[in-house]
């Protein structure tokens, strides 16, 4: 039967990496880049929103220890605070850019009596790649201005530490209130609050993103058309085999080899060389 091709341990091989290949562009590959081109969407909508909408105090935009979500980052707050800088964490391995830098983290101590964590902005490296001298925030009562923004996560949990390679001071390899929470013993509410350019205490304002629609959309498409690509190809080889003479079919019936041009010349050379017959005379 010609069905029994689809037995053959190479066809099976094939149809199983293919069908692999299309299930992962369908069910892994392009939605992952779908869900990266809602967030960009997100982001380029909150960041849109920002530029116009008037600042609101920290516990109006978020209530209580609410935290941070893609709705709410980048939303400007106002807060009124005393910092912590005896609490203060360095974010290391930063870029900036496109050039190194760190990253200030100080705790801030609202009026209300609840501490949150303030990125100052960022510092270059000195010429030994190590944290230079840094104004210190301002002493006393402050109202800052200041972008909402999500913890951000560090996939082996590292906390702050301190040693030598640092001078001493607290190094982090995330931002995130959490390490600086644990690293200093207070109680700090989740996120934490970028600020902006002008503000008491800032150092190098941190750059925004940029609004762009990014590649994300199109790389989606790309992967569902490699996907049906894949099964357009599978199914046309297959149809093809199904028909007489298929190319399964001719090698097995050559031995499981295909013909070289060379032989297949030969042949034709061969038939046109065998005599003809004479056409009767019909005169």
Same mark, same amino acid.
């Given at each position: 039967?010609?069905?029994?091709?689809?037995?053959?341990?190479?066809?099976?091989?094939?149809?199983?990496?293919?069908?692999?290949?299309?299930?992962?562009?369908?069910?892994?590959?392009a939605p992952w880049q779908f869900s990266r081109d809602a967030e960009q969407v997100a982001q380029n909508s909150a960041l849109q929103a920002s530029f116009t909408a008037q600042p609101r105090p920290l516990a109006e935009a978020l209530p209580g220890t609410t935290a941070p979500d893609a709705k709410s980052e980048w939303e400007r707050i106002t807060v009124t605070?005393?910092?912590l800088p005896e609490h203060e964490v360095v974010a290391r391995l930063r870029t900036v850019q496109g050039e190194p830098a760190f990253e200030v983290l100080t705790p801030l101590?609202?009026?209300?009596?609840?501490?949150?964590?303030?990125?100052? !902005?960022?510092? /270059?490296?000195?010429?030994? &790649?190590?944290?230079?001298?840094?104004a210190a925030p301002p002493t006393g009562s402050v109202d800052v201005v200041a972008r909402v923004r999500t913890d951000e996560a560090d996939p082996k949990k590292r906390e702050a530490f301190a040693d030598e390679s640092t001078a001493g001071k607290l190094h982090s390899y995330v931002v995130d209130s959490r390490v600086v929470a644990r690293a200093g013993k207070l109680d700090i509410r989740p996120g934490y609050f970028q600020l902006d350019d002008k503000q008491p205490g800032v150092l190098g304002a941190l750059p925004l993103p940029q609004l762009e629609a990014g590649p994300y959309f199109s790389y989606a498409l790309q992967w569902i058309a490699f996907g049906t690509m894949a099964l357009l190809g599978w199914l046309y080889f297959t149809v093809r085999e199904l028909k007489?003479? !298929?190319?399964? /079919?001719?090698?097995?019936? &050559?031995?499981?080899?295909?013909?070289?041009?060379?032989?297949?010349?030969?042949?034709?050379?061969?038939?046109?060389?065998?005599?003809?017959?004479?056409?009767?005379?019909?005169?």
């Open positions: 039967m010609r069905l029994k091709f689809l037995l053959k341990p190479g066809w099976l091989a094939l149809t199983l990496v293919v069908f692999v290949f299309a299930i992962a562009c369908y069910t892994l590959l605070g005393t910092y101590r609202t009026s209300t009596g609840q501490v949150v964590l303030i990125d100052r !902005g960022y510092v /270059r490296p000195d010429d030994r &790649s190590r944290v230079p001298p840094y007489p003479g !298929g190319a399964l /079919r001719a090698e097995r019936e &050559s031995g499981g080899r295909r013909k070289s041009f060379s032989e297949l010349l030969a042949e034709a050379e061969a038939e046109d060389d065998e005599p003809q017959l004479a056409a009767p005379d019909r005169r």
